[in-house]
């Protein structure tokens, strides 16, 4: 599997960090997978049976974390789940 991950320093709301990557993903063909809004929030979206890219809300409050993760073709699933990981 390889991986990519950024830690980013924004100056707006994480909401309309959130709708923003949402609507951009969307238009490119991504899917929100998962939502979660309590401590340790992120979006989950994939693309494909091997890509996946989280956005989540980091620390301090004004950094947010990217992750863009793709799995090996023998391993893909569609959607990509933990069963793909787990096998490669």
Do not use: H
């Amino acid at each position: 599997m390889a991986m990519v991950e950024s830690e980013l320093s924004v100056d707006a709301p994480v909401d309309d960090i959130y709708r923003w990557y949402r609507s951009e993903l969307s238009a490119r063909g991504w899917t929100l997978r998962k939502e979660v809004r309590v401590e340790g929030s992120y979006d989950l979206f994939s693309r494909g049976d091997r890509e996946l890219f989280q956005i989540s809300a980091g620390y301090p409050p004004g950094s947010l974390l990217t992750r863009l993760a793709i799995v090996p073709g023998p391993c893909a699933t569609n959607p990509p789940t933990k069963l793909a990981f787990a096998n490669c």
